[in-house]
Structures are given as C-alpha cells and as structure tokens.
C-alpha cells in the first residue's frame, strides 16, 4: 500500500481541525463526536458491503467506488453540521444535540442510499 493510499483512506481525519477551528468551545465534544459516528460510520457501510460481495453497490448506477461516494456525502454533511453550529450557537444544549443527533441519522440514510446505488 502507496503512501498516497493511506493518506486517502484517512482523508476525512481532516475534518477534526477544521471543526476545532470553527467551532465554539462549547460544541466541540459534540462537534468531534459528529464527526467521528460519521467516520465510523463510513467504514462499516463499506466493510458491509465487501462482505456482501457487493463492491460497487446493489444497483452499479454510479461507477466511482463506494469510499468517495461515501466522503462526498458525510463531507456534505459535516459542513452543514458546521454551519449549524456556527449560526445557532445561542440553542439550548439538548436542543443542539438533538440535531447533531438528527443530522447523524439523516446522513447515515443518504449515505446509504447512495452507496447502494
């Protein structure tokens, strides 16, 4: 395995600084728990499907491979997580985890539509 391999399989590492950069102090364990489910995430989708046997989805609609297509989404995802908690700083906690948690679950469900695509 390439050094330029590795590097892309953990790409989305990437997210953990920007979002202590962006982020107010007071959301950054959430911020980070976020953005780790999401990762986590990513990862058993994709080690769910190679164990089906299906390394380009159910219906092979989309020719670029599951990992990109993945990013693509969580990436999307995490940036409006992002902007969420950058506009609505003043919310009530449980009010702000209940939509980290909402956007969580919206994620993992267009994730994985997509991968099955």
Do not use: N
């Amino acid at each position: 395995m390439s050094i330029g391999q590795i590097v892309f399989q953990w790409i989305d590492l990437i997210w953990i600084p920007i979002v202590l950069i962006t982020v107010d102090k007071r959301h950054w364990f959430k911020a980070l728990g976020f953005i780790l489910a999401c990762i986590l995430a990513l990862r058993l989708q994709i080690e769910l499907m190679f164990e089906l046997r299906l390394p380009y989805g159910l219906l092979p609609f989309l020719d670029s491979p599951l990992f990109t297509r993945g990013l693509i989404v969580y990436g999307t995802f995490i940036v409006l997580y992002i902007l969420l908690s950058k506009y609505y700083v003043r919310f009530d906690p449980f009010v702000f985890l209940a939509a980290s948690l909402s956007l969580f679950g919206i994620a993992f469900i267009v994730s994985s539509f997509f991968i099955l695509l």
